[in-house]
């Protein structure tokens, strides 16, 4: 805390709040006093100007377009890290030494099946199910089998927990995949990395092997990277505020996967494939009368794929998938016409005055798409990929606030500009 004060005057009387500083980027403001001492509370829709918490995890620069997690560059990371070396760094704050680092896999790497029985619960969605929806699902469900784990306050349940997650996610995900097509679920296997192993639930047969082809698991290794964190976007606040009740793990995550599935958050990534896919097969539209549109305020259309409440620059996550987007469909030899559409309206909204005077950019979700289709995952995966990549920022929120003493129930205050007291009237008088 240092000794600067903040001033406000309200209504002839002067209030001193502490300012907190930030190592980097925003400083705050600590109004905790605020409505006992004036009776007022604060106003910020959307909680765009609003600091929920201190955090050490990740550091996002929006105006220099510059993302670290624990100090370290998203660039760095992405180029030499696997996701779980990642995970563990978000996890535990360090970066692993190689012994560390094989220890956390094997630790990981026991955990992979899900409970038999989760198989019925699988097959009694419909087939034409969103994955998103068996996804927070069966989140919840697997967590009937660790209520042992439940207590937020007792580490060693709550790293049980973390583990059994992590672990089984991607089993999960490759299954409500699996569920969709009608196709048997494929069994993890324990000799695979993290990524291959997913890779192998999500696209083998029981009948025959599959090879892995590395150029797909390094790139899925990246997208899972650059999804894994990104402060106090909704879903990971949600899943702080869920988790501020002292419900379980499980369940918070459950929560935060609801959240992201929003075409404002994580199903802008599905919203961006449907958006390219539909210029591209109206022999009307055109880039331009797209952007029009998303210029037009009577027009509730939107960008996707484009603006972001923190970047009023390039998505430095957005500017690595650009390039790796090329390099994927040069290497796959996939010619995926929606790149060039992609290519096009970033280049026509980049010279717009309205994109460019409200510093609206690419975001993650602009270029992840066409990865994930030239990877051969159907768009009504791509959010789930994202959850895949989100969860262990997701719990190392979680974490962090129960490891926070001066954490509380989330719990927002309102202005009310209802109805005063009225007098009740009886159903035959109304
Ligand atoms: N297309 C057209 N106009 C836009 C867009 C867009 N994609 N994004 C923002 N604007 C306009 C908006 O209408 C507003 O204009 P005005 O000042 O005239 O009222 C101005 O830009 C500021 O936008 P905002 O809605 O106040 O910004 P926000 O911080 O509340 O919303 C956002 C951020 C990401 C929800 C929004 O930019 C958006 O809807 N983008 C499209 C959906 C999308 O791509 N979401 C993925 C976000 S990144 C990954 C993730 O975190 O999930």
Request: charged content about 20%; proline content about 5%.
């Amino acid at each position: 805390m240092s000794d600067e004060k903040a001033n406000l005057h309200l209504r002839d009387a002067t209030y001193d709040f502490d300012v907190i500083p930030a190592n980097e980027g925003n400083h705050g403001i600590n109004i905790s006093p605020l409505r006992a001492t004036s009776g007022a509370v604060t106003f910020d829709p959307g909680f765009a100007n609003t600091a929920a918490t201190k955090s050490s995890l990740t550091y996002v620069n929006g105006a220099e377009g510059m993302l670290r997690h624990r100090g370290y560059r998203i660039e760095d990371l992405a180029e030499h890290c696997t996701f779980l070396e990642v995970t563990y760094l978000l996890l535990m704050g360090e970066l692993p030494s190689r012994k560390q680092l094989d220890a956390w896999t094997a630790e990981v790497r026991v955990h992979t099946l899900v409970n038999e029985e989760m198989k019925g619960f699988f097959d009694s969605f419909p087939r034409s199910a969103h994955p998103m929806a068996i996804l927070s699902s069966a989140t919840n469900a697997i967590s009937t089998w660790y209520e042992a784990y439940y207590n937020p306050s007792d580490p060693e349940a709550v790293a049980e927990s973390a583990k059994r997650l992590i672990a089984k996610m991607p089993t999960i995900a490759a299954w409500a995949y699996k569920k969709s097509i009608g196709q048997p679920y494929i069994y993890p296997r324990n000799d695979l990395t993290y990524v291959e192993n997913f890779l192998h639930m999500m696209f083998g047969l029981p009948v025959e092997e599959m090879d892995i082809d590395p150029v797909i698991a390094k790139a899925m290794n990246v997208l899972l990277i650059l999804h894994a964190d990104h402060g106090q976007n909704a879903s990971t606040a949600t899943v702080r505020f869920v988790g501020s009740t002292q419900a379980n793990l499980f369940a918070s995550v459950a929560a935060g996967m609801n959240a992201l599935w929003g075409p404002l958050h994580g199903g802008a990534n599905q919203a961006v494939i449907e958006m390219l896919q539909a210029i591209h097969d109206d022999p009307d539209a055109t880039t331009e009368t797209y952007v029009a549109r998303a210029k037009d305020k009577n027009d509730p259309f939107r960008l996707m794929g484009f603006g972001h409440r923190v970047y009023k620059s390039y998505d430095p996550r957005a500017r690595i998938l650009k390039g790796f987007a090329d390099e994927v469909l040069s290497r796959s030899g996939v010619d995926d016409p929606l790149m060039e559409i992609a290519n096009k309206l970033e280049q026509v909204a980049l010279e717009d005055d309205y994109f460019v005077s409200r510093n609206l950019y690419p975001n993650v979700d602009f270029y992840s798409g066409i990865i994930f289709r030239a990877l051969g995952f159907p768009s009504r995966m791509f959010t789930v990929l994202f959850a895949l990549g989100r969860l262990p920022g997701w719990i190392a929120n979680w974490k962090e606030m129960h490891e926070d003493p001066t954490t509380r129930i989330s719990r927002p205050r309102q202005i009310y500009i209802g109805e005063r007291t009225r007098d009740f009237v009886f159903i035959e008088d109304r």
